[in-house]
Nanobody, 122 residues
Framework: QVQLVESGGGLVQAGGSLRLSCAAS????????MGWFRQAPGKEREFVAV????????YYADSVKGRFTISRDNAKNTVILQMNSLKPEDTAVYYC???????????????WGQGTQVTVSS
């Protein structure tokens, strides 16, 4: 069982930056691929970024590539999403998720956090 808690969301102007954190419980954190997803009002939850258990593999949605960076610290059971050059269309609730393998589909993840709101004003 893995419990995930996101933090770091907030209100930022377009062009600004935010750093989201996801803290995980449990002793097997490094076994899990960790993904970030987001869901805007009236839209389906969409993939943002994923990192493998070792941290050696990362993959990003085209919409965030070059602006967002995912990283993890297995000693601290934490995964980070650094978001730069934010745009109004990045506004959403951001969720972290844990799964057995890196993937872009929500069904590939077994554990989810409660989400943190990111709002980007124009």
């Amino acid at each position: 069982q893995v419990q995930l808690v996101e933090s770091g969301g907030g209100l930022v102007q377009a062009g600004g930056s935010l750093r989201l954190s996801c803290a995980a419980s449990g002793r097997t954190f490094s076994r899990y691929a960790m993904g970030w997803f987001r869901q805007a009002p009236g839209k389906e939850r969409e993939f943002v970024a994923v990192i493998s258990g070792s941290g050696g593999y990362t993959y990003y949605a085209d919409s965030v590539k070059g602006r967002f960076t995912i990283s993890r610290d297995n000693a601290k059971n934490t995964v980070i999403l650094q978001m730069n050059s934010l745009k109004p269309e990045d506004t959403a609730v951001y969720y972290c998720a844990a799964g057995s393998r890196p993937g872009i589909g929500t069904s590939q993840y077994n554990y989810w956090g409660q989400g943190t709101q990111v709002t980007v004003s124009s």
